[in-house]
Every structure is written in structure tokens, then in C-alpha cells.
């Protein structure tokens, strides 16, 4: 079964600042997607970045960027510039074309 | 505003009793996915649906139930409730039968039981 691992169970940054949150998987599948979803307060899963497996290439949206190191299944989110609306748990999630499967998740607290 | 709509948004019961938990897709999802979300937790998985028809099953109980209707709206049936089954549940959408695309997520129903 696929399992997914976040160690960092709390993170903070200071406002403008750089922060990388750790994400790593376990998969036997070679074609498979990985994502990371932003839960603020409110509660609501909101979708942060997507990277396809066969895509070497690191995804990247505005100030979120990933580092995908396929050989060792690490998916790792940079946030640049960090804001205090960025304060949140963050959820890395896999899935292989079946479910989606969730980390355990990072709370980020954005310091002003 | 992701398009998917749960209602209840809050649901407060004793143990013991029967709730349903309401969800409509984005506007031409097909599948319908459903997670748990205890306190401080991570998603669990429970169930997913794709134009009707069941397509994934995860950790959900036997006290759990779902369906999706040829509407495309799905309901969870919550039976015999226990104290730890207090949680936020979320129903999530995406076009396809696959967990390729990304999923969009409902608000979520907090389901408290006392």
C-alpha cells in the first residue's frame, strides 16, 4: 500500500521569508501524481500544486514551488516570500489513479 | 468557491443514533470521494463513487454507508454512532473515475457526537 510521510509535524517562517516543507512516499508504481493541499483555518482543502510522476520538470504556481526527486520518492513544497495568509496545515497526497492518499500533514505558522 | 456543496454544515447528535451527510459535485464531475478528518488528523479515505457506481473503498466501517444517485449527488450514512466518529467529513469531486485529476473539495460537515 502506498503511504505517504510529512516529518515535520509543525514548521514556522517569518513574513517574506523562504520555508520548504519535507514530504516522502512509498510506491511501488512508476506513473503516479503527487499533490500538496493547503487547509487554512476555515478547514477548507484547497489545492496548492500538482506534479506528474513522468514529468521531470518541478512544478511551479506563482510564490509555490516543488522539488521532486522521483529516485528518492521526496516531494518536497518551497514557499518563497511567505505571507501571513500562508499560514495553514499543508497535506502532501498521492495517488497512482485510485484514491488519493494523505500525509499526516504540516501546520505552518507565518511569524510578522 | 470549489463548486462542491455539503449540507449539513455542522451536525450535532447522540451515540447511538443515524445521520446523513449530503454532497453535490462540481458541475460535470463524475466521481464522488469521501474522507474523515478527526481532530488534528490527517484524510482518511472512506469511499469513492463514479457515476453511481462504487470504485474505491478505504478504511470505512461497517457502520458506514454511501450511495450516488443518477444525479450525481451522493449521501453518507453515519449508523450507530459513537463518540469517535465525532470528525469533519469531506466530500470531494473530479471529473474522471481516476485520481489523476485533482480533487475539489467540499466545506465539509462537522459532525460532533455527545
Known amino acids: 500500500a502506498q503511504t505517504v510521510t510529512q516529518s515535520q509535524p509543525e514548521m514556522s517562517v517569518q513574513e517574506a521569508e523562504t520555508v520548504t516543507l519535507s514530504c516522502t512516499y512509498d510506491t511501488s508504481e512508476s506513473d503516479y501524481y503527487l499533490f500538496w493541499y493547503k487547509q487554512p483555518p476555515s478547514r477548507q482543502m484547497i489545492l496548492v500544486i500538482r506534479?506528474?510522476?513522468?514529468?521531470?520538470q518541478n512544478a511551479t504556481e506563482n510564490r509555490f514551488s516543488v522539488n521532486f526527486q522521483k529516485a528518492a520518492k521526496s516531494f518536497s513544497l518551497k514557499i518563497s516570500d511567505s505571507q501571513l495568509g500562508d499560514a495553514a496545515m499543508y497535506f502532501c497526497a498521492y495517488s497512482n489513479g485510485n484514491k488519493l492518499v494523505f500525509g499526516a500533514g504540516t501546520i505552518l505558522r507565518v511569524k510578522s | 468557491d470549489s463548486g462542491v456543496t455539503q449540507t449539513p454544515k455542522h451536525l450535532i447528535t447522540a451515540t447511538g443514533q443515524r445521520v446523513t451527510l449530503r454532497c453535490s459535485p462540481r458541475?460535470?464531475?463524475?466521481?464522488v470521494y469521501w474522507y474523515q478528518q478527526s481532530l488534528d488528523q490527517g484524510l482518511q479515505f472512506l469511499i469513492q463513487y463514479y457515476n453511481g457506481e462504487e470504485r474505491a473503498k478505504g478504511n470505512i466501517l461497517e457502520r458506514f454507508s454511501a450511495q450516488q444517485f443518477p444525479d450525481l449527488h451522493s449521501e453518507l450514512n453515519l449508523s450507530s454512532l459513537e463518540l469517535g466518529d465525532s470528525a469533519l467529513y469531506f466530500c470531494?469531486?473530479?471529473?474522471?473515475?481516476?485520481?489523476?485529476?485533482?480533487?475539489?473539495f467540499g466545506n465539509g460537515t462537522r459532525l460532533t457526537v455527545t
Open positions: 506534479q506528474e510522476a513522468y514529468k521531470q
Open positions: 470531494a469531486s473530479s471529473p474522471g473515475g481516476t485520481g489523476i485529476s485533482p480533487l475539489h
Open positions: 458541475s460535470g464531475d463524475l466521481s
